[in-house]
């Protein structure tokens, strides 16, 4: 999974009766023959004999290129090798996949009213958003369950309340006052890669 501005390494074999003269890797997005985006790496793989017919390969790939695709080229690339042997040219366009997410962003929850006040209610507010291939700046994330979490003192974190976030990224979720003093943050475990947390805003109970 590629989330924003990374290096990608990728090792690879080519093998060939005639043996290999060239190995060369690109990443695409949509169809080899008509790819909505395409990634090629900078410079020649590093290429090391094993054997008279074959070679292994090192190359690297570089998402900086990321910043002229869109925001629509997120999602399932494919890894393609073109080769060139004695006897003629070799490709293999689908020997790997890479998920390319838009990588998202909670802020600070804000959770009202403060105090709260035993039994009552609570309601958590923030935003969620995932960064813009296109240049601007992080856009609300649409559509997405963002989970509401309490901690006590120094006990794990407990799912109290989900919602869903507005075509803005913006989520409002209420729940029941916790019974004691504590702190609530914003969790979103939608995309790969792990949760996205927010940071924590602590409450006093009265």
């Known amino acids: 999974m590629v989330t924003g501005n990374q290096e990608l390494t990728a090792d690879y074999t080519a093998t060939d009766p005639s043996g290999t003269a060239a190995a060369d890797l690109v990443l695409y997005h949509g169809s080899y023959d008509r790819p909505t985006g395409m990634l090629a790496e900078p410079s020649r793989p590093v290429c090391t004999p094993l054997s008279a017919t074959a070679q292994r390969c090192t190359a690297t790939l570089s998402t900086h290129d990321l910043l002229r695709l869109g925001a629509a080229d997120a999602g399932t690339w494919h890894l393609a090798v073109v080769a060139d042997s004695a006897t003629g040219h070799v490709e293999d366009h689908d020997i790997a996949t890479v998920t390319m997410v838009r990588k998202a962003h909670l802020n600070t929850v804000d959770v009202t009213p403060e105090p709260v006040t035993k039994g ?20 609300g994330y649409a559509g997405r369950t963002v989970k509401l979490q309490f901690c006590k003192g120094t006990s794990s974190w407990t799912t109290v309340a989900t919602g869903t976030t507005d075509t803005g990224g913006r989520v409002r979720i209420g729940a029941p006052a916790p019974s004691g003093n504590g702190r609530y943050r914003l969790a979103y475990t939608g995309d790969p890669g792990g949760p996205i947390l927010s940071g924590t805003d602590g409450v006093t109970v009265r």
Not at 121 to 137: C, E, M, S, V
């Open 120 to 139: 009552g209610r609570i309601t958590a507010t923030g935003t969620l958003t995932h960064d813009d291939w296109d240049g601007t700046a992080p856009s």
